[in-house]
């Protein structure tokens, strides 16, 4: 199973979400295909265009607690000063995909940013090297 976790500014729009989506699927290998699910945390739980980009996608957008993130924060790949200083965790979209996908859950590379978006992408049930 494959698990996007998402952040983003305010007031993105659902096709920035996916494009950026598609992008970083792309850069992992793994253009065309589709998440189960997205995730992002309590801070984004309500952004219109990540909630219409699930909708889009036909997959359930999981939100985690800032405790759930924070949980999982020592297996991200990336601390980004940002999303240190507005959510205390270490890399939003990293977290949320790890929180989301469980304890087996694991990256398949760094967040990808574009366009006011962070996309991480986490795996769960297969290799690193499957997902390649």
């Known amino acids: 199973m494959m698990i996007a976790g998402i952040g983003c500014r305010r007031g993105t729009s659902a096709e920035t979400v996916m494009a950026v ?3 970083a699927l792309a850069a ?3 253009a065309g295909e589709r998440p189960a699910r997205l995730a992002t945390g309590t801070l984004k739980a309500n952004e219109a265009g990540l909630l219409e ?3 889009r996608l036909g997959v359930q957008l999981s ?3 800032e405790a759930e993130m ?3 924060s020592d297996r991200t790949l990336t601390i980004s000063p940002h999303s240190v200083g507005h959510a205390g965790i270490s890399s939003f979209c990293e977290a ?3 929180a989301a ?3 087996s859950a694991r990256l398949v590379g760094p967040r990808h940013v574009s366009q006011g978006v962070t996309c991480a992408i986490a795996i769960v049930g297969e290799t690193i ?3 390649a």
């Open 21 to 23: 989506l598609d992008e």
């Open 63 to 65: 939100v985690l607690s």
């Open 28 to 30: 992992f290998g793994r």
């Open 53 to 55: 980009a699930a909708e």
């Open 129 to 131: 090297e499957d997902a």
């Open 101 to 103: 996908g469980g304890p």
């Open 70 to 72: 924070d949980a999982v």
């Open 96 to 98: 949320a995909a790890l």
